[in-house]
């Protein structure tokens, strides 16, 4: 099974904006900046997918009109779990947040790649994403979802967790109509969030 790679990267100016979503401090850039160009190398960005029929009913339309789908699993890779474990084993839980904060911005860079690589390799649009753990998509599918994908490179283990850690599995409906697409904020269901009254 072939792993598509995707290039990810982070717009130094807007770490502005990140210092406010993780709720760090002006003063907090210099350390961030200096993880972040560390850490950046390491990110080896892949996606595997299947194209599937859409046997789902859930209420977004994309769903219920679109005839395919695909089913993904996407990771940051294994080095970016090993430079953050290396500074957890030095005590540094402060540049540790820091670092999975920015994994995952690296991850929101990834999905906007993973779209336009489902476009040229389909030549349909990908809409919005059902994530592994969402109401519509349970935690407890994850193996049988693991099994269609039928990849070794990311794994699950008994508590539905993957690894590498910054992995992800999601089913996108595929559409020949580009439509717009949640903003960030909008997907998640945690409305109360703080970082929606920013965004």
């Known amino acids: 099974m072939n792993f598509i790679p995707l290039t990810v990267s982070l717009d130094e100016a807007c770490f502005g904006d990140f210092v406010k979503r ?3 401090e002006e003063k907090d850039k210099k350390d961030i900046l200096r993880l972040y160009r560390k850490v950046q190398p390491r990110v080896h960005a892949e996606f595997h997918y299947v194209i599937e029929k859409n046997d789902r009913t859930a209420s977004g339309s994309d769903w219920n009109r679109e005839s395919q789908m695909a089913l993904v699993v996407m990771t940051l890779g294994r080095a970016f779990d090993e430079f953050q474990e290396g ?3 030095g005590e540094d839980i ?3 947040y820091i670092v999975d904060c920015l994994g995952l911005e690296f991850m929101w860079a990834a999905y906007e790649e ?3 690589k489902l476009f040229e390799l389909t030549g349909l649009y990908a809409g919005n994403y059902i994530y592994a753990g969402d109401c519509e998509l ?8 693991m099994k269609k994908l039928g990849q070794k490179q990311v794994t699950c283990n008994e508590a539905y967790a993957l690894i590498p850690k910054k992995s992800v599995v999601f089913e996108v409906p595929l559409t020949k109509v580009k439509k ?5 904020c909008e997907a998640c269901s945690n409305e109360n969030c703080s970082i929606r009254q920013t965004a």
């Open 94 to 96: 402060r540049g540790a």
């Open 22 to 24: 993780y709720h760090f």
């Open 180 to 184: 717009k697409k949640y903003a960030r």
């Open 114 to 116: 993973i779209d336009k």
């Open 87 to 89: 500074i957890l084993q």
């Open 138 to 145: 349970p935690i407890t599918e994850m193996p049988k979802l």
